[in-house]
Every structure is written in structure tokens, then in C-alpha cells.
């Protein structure tokens, strides 16, 4: 089992920067695979980006591809997603998510995810 603590989150405006951190709990965090998804207001939760255990893949949301890179430091029990060009769009709660994965890969839907921490909001103002 592990327990993900998502910061980062804030108020910045469009244009800007943030880099959401996730650190998990856990001793075997290097064979899980993490990703990051996000919640806007009256939407569902949707997919940002992946990365496998062994940060050998990632994958993203095609309205997130060039501007956000997700990152991991298995030493450290973190993974990270780094924020550019922000846009008034992205304002969302932004949640970490995680599944054991010993295979690899990444993982792209929300229902392949098994845990999750429990958000941290980002606000973008135009």
C-alpha cells in the first residue's frame, strides 16, 4: 500500500510556472507506476500525464504535450509534474495517483489507477 501527499498548488497567472510535487510513502515506491490527473470545476477527472516505474516512459494529454513534463526521483519517493506556459484552462485540482505496477509502462485511465492522494488546487487567473 501507498499514501500519496500531493503540494505545489497555487495562484499563478497565465503564462506562468508551477511544479506540483506528489511524495509517496512507501518502500517500494520504484515499481509503481504514478500519474498526475486533474479535476476542473463541473468536469469528470481527466488524465495530464504518466510515467512508468522506471521513468523510461511517459505519456501525456495531448492538451498538456509541450508545456508540462512529469518526472520522477525514485530515491526520494516523489514524483513530479512541471507546469509551463500556463494557461486559465489548467485551473484545476490537480491529483497524484499510483499503481503497482511490476511490468511497467504507463497507465493513461483513471480506473487503472488504484491509489490516489487527495488533490492539490491550482489556479490559473488570465
Known amino acids: 500500500q501507498v499514501q500519496l501527499v500531493e503540494s505545489g498548488g497555487g495562484l499563478v497567472q497565465a503564462g506562468g510556472s508551477l511544479r506540483l510535487s506528489c511524495a509517496a510513502a512507501?518502500?517500494?515506491?520504484?515499481?509503481?507506476?504514478m500519474g498526475w490527473f486533474r479535476q476542473a470545476p463541473g468536469k469528470a477527472r481527466a488524465f495530464v500525464a504518466a510515467?512508468?516505474?522506471?521513468?523510461?516512459?511517459?505519456a501525456y494529454a495531448d492538451s498538456v504535450k509541450g508545456r508540462f513534463t512529469i518526472s520522477r526521483d525514485n530515491a526520494k519517493n516523489t514524483v513530479y509534474l512541471q507546469m509551463s506556459s500556463l494557461k486559465a484552462e489548467d485551473t484545476a485540482v490537480y491529483y497524484c495517483?499510483?499503481?503497482?505496477?511490476?511490468?511497467?509502462?504507463?497507465?493513461?485511465?483513471?480506473?487503472?489507477?488504484?491509489?490516489w492522494g487527495q488533490g492539490t488546487q491550482v489556479t490559473v487567473s488570465s
Open positions: 495517483a499510483a499503481v503497482l505496477a511490476w511490468a511497467g509502462g504507463v497507465r493513461t485511465t483513471e480506473r487503472q489507477y488504484n491509489y
Open positions: 512507501g518502500r517500494t515506491f520504484s515499481t509503481y507506476a
Open positions: 510515467i512508468s516505474p522506471s521513468c523510461g516512459n511517459t
